[in-house]
């Protein structure tokens, strides 16, 4: 077997040392490439050593480099890899982002997170799952304007006489002087509601087409819904306010609830995805569920609407 000099094995000690005391690496797959080209020319400009005379065939310290190349390659992908899969990890966990743009606030929760944001006015806003705000960091003007692009959202209007605040939804304008409100409009449900808790509101139509059945005032406990599909747009009453804003103490209320309502709220709750390949879809929904696991509330809705679902690693079947 080949023998080594003492500068030799000094170099491999060297390297040997250098390599358990280094951190993950986290770079890019073009930099992995460029790191195990580097590897490589490094062991080979540092193993240069003069012959004196011929060696045998099989050297001891070109195996022995040979062995630290693969495993520098190989902790260096393992690093690529474990960094993609951990990020991946993170975007699937619930979350809230938050940004500032240009002086406006954008906020988004995800699936399966509710979050409560505090407004420069004082005024709070408590969001549910998979929904998008934004608002001014700084209110001028005498104006509080704040945009509801998608979701659901309970509305604590500070008091101001002087500076009406309205929350902007792609079908409607609710101001509001001091007053509690809850709107719920999300894109894959037919259905938008604002639902008065207290005080008084003014809803202004921002798409005169609809078919109108109502005053555009709201007082305590009245609510308007409109049907996306139709463009009725309803006003009735309700007694408690308990079931209107139950989502904010995390409990699931359905009344009368449309298929595609009541999966969308599963989905955000549980933070899932529920394909429906059903072909029963006119629901018509009433239940509510507190502390119940996934599993039993897929059980009893799909016992009642007379469905059957499979499940897999990420999504939930109706069939």
Not at 84 to 94: C, V
Request: proline share 3%.
């Amino acid at each position: 077997m080949g023998t080594c000099s003492a500068e030799e094995k000094r170099i491999i000690e060297k390297w040997l040392a250098e390599t358990e005391n280094s951190k993950a690496f986290t770079y890019d797959d073009d930099f992995i490439s460029e790191q195990l080209v580097i590897s490589k020319t490094q062991i080979d400009s540092r193993l240069k050593i003069t012959a004196i005379k011929p060696r045998p065939k099989y050297n001891w310290l070109a195996a022995a480099a040979s062995a630290l190349f693969v495993i520098s390659a190989g902790a260096i992908i393992y690093a690529s890899y474990l960094r993609k899969h951990t990020s991946q990890q993170l975007a699937n966990q619930p979350h809230v982002e938050k940004q500032v743009i240009n002086g406006w606030v954008y906020i988004k929760t995800s699936k399966g997170i509710t979050d409560q944001v505090k407004l420069p006015d004082g005024s709070i806003i408590t969001l549910d799952a998979a929904t998008i705000i934004r608002y001014p960091q700084k209110f001028t003007n005498h104006k509080r304007p704040v945009y509801l692009d998608e979701g659901e959202a309970l509305f604590e209007v500070a008091k101001d006489k002087t500076s009406p605040f309205t929350v902007y939804t792609n079908k409607f304008a609710t101001t509001a002087l001091g007053t509690a409100f809850n709107i719920r409009s999300y894109a894959k449900e037919h259905k938008v509601s604002i639902s008065l808790i207290h005080g008084k509101i003014r809803i202004d139509d921002l798409h005169p087409t609809h078919k109108v059945n109502t005053s555009n005032i709201l007082l305590p406990h009245e609510q308007i819904v409109l049907n996306k599909l139709s463009g009725n747009l309803v006003k009735s009453s309700f007694k408690e306010e308990t079931p209107v804003i139950a989502w904010k103490s995390g409990v699931l209320n359905f009344s009368n609830a449309s298929m595609d309502e009541v999966i969308n709220t599963i989905e955000n709750r549980f933070n899932v995805t529920i394909i429906n390949n059903s072909k029963r879809t006119n629901w018509s929904y009433t239940g509510d569920f507190k502390d119940e696991q996934l599993a039993d509330i897929l059980k009893i809705v799909c016992l009642t609407e007379g469905v059957s679902y499979t499940t897999n690693k990420n999504s939930i079947t109706l069939k």
